[in-house]
């Protein structure tokens, strides 16, 4: 598979679940356990997403710059910030700390 | 990103002033959601470029996909993992996709008949104009706020795409600028609102520590994709289900 390939096929699939919605008839969702795994599927992946991002280095587990990164995103979130001040201070918080070389 | 309830009330029908003023008050929100989630676009386009995707790709997947979560998603596994990694990238996206399927259902109403008006629809029908369309309390707000949410936020994605993708090409390793961490956050700042009961709470932990364990383990991408069961079992299950579902009706508010 190529890499165009691949965009495509993402791409064309994510668009096709988008109109199925209007496709499908609303008691689906009405049922509880289907609307309650939709929720937390969005939940898991986006969590497995954060624990990666932060944690893997291929296929190892390294602790880097990009923890206190994710610290200081979560206590922005905490205090209500929005998500572009949020991504930028973890941003430059990783940088600093690899500019100084005090993280990797 | 905000729960949405079925049950919410619509009116119906009102005096003129008050309906120009709820459809004043939509436009408004949608223009100020439209203006805050473009901005992280430049983020987006910067990550796809430092992932090994060329400008014209990364324009492609906020032209096509244009579903922030799986975007950042799929680069993120490809990046990680390379072409090897691109099925799960693939069913990574797919599966972060799978609540537009759920927003879909619930805008139909809003949208009206018509498989045009429909099909014209769906490709903006993400977290963001449908949170504004159902925060409106008239049909012709939720219109007025779920279109000009929509299409502002892809004229205005697509236009940041391009200029992090332009930016991300001249700035070299992505690492000394903390573009890792800085897609770290961007995930955690669309779980955050996601975690206010202690369901989701209990299946966030532990599909980090499945994707975390699993990571020595499996080829990049599939930690991710094992982690998603850990959503399905205790879904299916309602394990750590709402306290307040127990109670009698009216004891608690959900």
Redesign the interface.
């Known amino acids: ?15 096709a ?6 496709l ?1 008839p ?1 008691s ?3 049922a ?2 289907p ?22 280095a ?4 390294v602790v880097d ?2 923890v206190p ?2 610290l200081v ?2 206590g922005l ?1 905490l205090l209500r910030q ?3 001040v ?11 700390l ?2 100084l070389g005090w993280a990797a | 990103m905000i729960v949405m309830r079925s049950e919410e009330r619509t009116i119906e029908s009102g005096p003129e002033g008050e309906a120009a003023i709820e459809v004043r008050v939509a436009r408004r929100e949608a223009l100020g959601v439209a203006l805050a989630t473009s901005a992280y676009g430049i983020s987006f386009g910067a990550l796809a470029v430092a992932s090994g995707f060329d400008v014209w790709q990364t324009c492609v997947l906020s032209l096509l996909m244009f579903t922030g979560g799986s975007q950042f998603a799929f680069v993120g596994v490809i990046g990680a993992g390379g072409l090897a990694a691109a099925p799960a990238a693939i069913a990574s996206a797919l599966l972060l996709g799978v609540r537009n399927v759920a927003y879909g259902m619930r805008m139909s109403p809003v949208i009206g008949r018509g498989a045009a008006r429909r099909a014209l629809a769906a490709p903006f029908t993400i977290d963001e104009s449908t949170a504004v369309s159902l925060a409106q309390r008239s049909p012709r707000a939720r219109r007025v706020g779920f279109w000009i949410t929509g299409v502002g936020i892809y004229l205005g994605w697509n236009l940041t795409t391009l200029l992090g993708a332009l930016l991300g090409d001249v700035l070299g390793d992505p690492k000394t600028y903390g573009l890792d961490a800085a897609a770290a956050a961007a995930f955690l700042a669309l779980l955050w609102p996601r975690l206010r009961k202690r369901q989701a709470i209990a299946v966030g932990i532990a599909a980090a520590a499945v994707a975390t364990v699993l990571t020595p383990v499996l080829i990049p991408g599939l930690p991710v994709l094992v982690a998603a069961f850990v959503a399905i079992v205790v879904g299916w299950f309602n394990w750590f289900a709402p306290r307040v579902a127990v109670r009698a009706p009216g004891e608690g508010a959900a």
């Open positions: 598979m190529t890499l165009w390939n691949a965009v495509l096929l993402a791409a064309i699939g994510c668009l679940l988008k109109g199925a919605g209007y499908v609303a689906v969702l009405e509880p356990r609307a309650r795994i939709t929720d937390l599927l969005t939940v898991a992946l986006l969590a497995a997403l954060v624990a990666v991002q932060t944690l893997a291929g296929p190892h587990i710059a990009r990164a994710l995103a979560a979130l929005s998500f572009l949020v991504v930028i201070a973890a941003a430059v918080v990783a940088a600093l690899r500019l």
